[in-house]
């Protein structure tokens, strides 16, 4: 009913930077919330960040001034500028969907940062 394929990821060297795409597929309805997660190694998922269907936007502290998300709703496609990355940043980035009261997710795109 509803895809989301995730890419973008990659391997970067800290202070680099990275853009990842979210692009979502099948019945879209104008009014929804789209945000990205990550998961590290041994560690819970986390919220980083997101963006409702008129562009406002939020964001988890540990990424403020660093990524920036952007959503272009013609193309219902999620971005997420990273900058400045940080080795802690390196992990799973998944985007979800959530319309309706129903959440759907990607399969996820490593990112992965050295120092």
């Known amino acids: 009913q509803v895809q989301l394929v995730e890419s973008g990821g990659g391997s970067v060297q800290a202070g680099g930077s990275l853009r990842l795409s979210c692009a979502a597929s099948?019945?879209?309805?104008?009014?929804?919330?789209m945000s990205w997660y990550r998961q590290a190694p041994g560690k819970q998922r986390e919220l980083v960040g997101g963006s409702s269907s008129v562009g406002n936007t939020d964001y988890a502290d540990s990424v403020k001034g660093r990524f920036t998300i952007s959503r272009d709703s013609a193309k219902n496609t999620l971005y997420l500028q990273m900058n400045s990355l940080k080795p802690e940043d390196t992990a799973v980035y998944y985007c979800?969907?959530?319309?309706?009261?129903?959440?759907?997710w990607g399969q996820g795109t490593q990112v992965t940062v050295s120092s």
């Open positions: 979800k969907l959530l319309q309706r009261s129903m959440n759907y």
């Open positions: 099948g019945i879209i309805f104008s009014n929804n919330y």
